[in-house]
C-alpha cells in the first residue's frame, strides 16, 4: 500500500506514462519510430545505433546512450512485455554490444 503526501494534489491522466513520453520525445536521442516493436534484435540495435550515431545532443557516448535507451525502455515503458519480446529486446542489447565491438 502507498501513501500519499498530505497536500499533494495530482489527477490520476497527468502522472502517468511519463516513460512513454521519454522513449518519444528524449533530449539525448531522437528514435526511429516503432523501434522497439521490430521483430529482429538486429534491425532492433542497427535503429538504435543510427540514432545515437547521428545525435547531436546526448551527453555521453552513442554506444552508452543507445544501450541506455534500450535498457531503460526494458526496464521502465515495457513493464508489460511478453517473454518473447524481452527476450528479443534483449539480444537486441548483445548485438548493440556487437556492432560497436564491446563483446
Known amino acids: 500500500?502507498?501513501?500519499?503526501?498530505?497536500?499533494?494534489?495530482?489527477?490520476?491522466?497527468?502522472?502517468?506514462?511519463?516513460?512513454?513520453?521519454?522513449?518519444?520525445?528524449?533530449?539525448?536521442?531522437?528514435?526511429?519510430n516503432g523501434v522497439f516493436t521490430k521483430s529482429s534484435p538486429r534491425k532492433i540495435a542497427l535503429s538504435l545505433k543510427r540514432s545515437a550515431d547521428r545525435s547531436r545532443r546526448r551527453k555521453s557516448n552513442a554506444y552508452r546512450s543507445a544501450m541506455s535507451m534500450l535498457n531503460f525502455f526494458?526496464?521502465?515503458?515495457?513493464r508489460g512485455l511478453s517473454r518473447d519480446r524481452r527476450?528479443?529486446?534483449?539480444?537486441?542489447?548483445?548485438?548493440?554490444?556487437a556492432l560497436y565491438g564491446k563483446a
Request: hydrophobic residues 25%.
Open 1 to 32: 500500500m502507498t501513501r500519499r503526501r498530505k497536500g499533494t494534489k495530482r489527477s490520476k491522466r497527468s502522472g502517468r506514462r511519463w516513460s512513454a513520453r521519454v522513449t518519444r520525445k528524449s533530449n539525448a536521442l531522437t528514435l526511429e
Open 87 to 97: 527476450r528479443t529486446l534483449e539480444k537486441a542489447k548483445a548485438e548493440l554490444r
Open 74 to 78: 526494458i526496464n521502465r515503458a515495457g
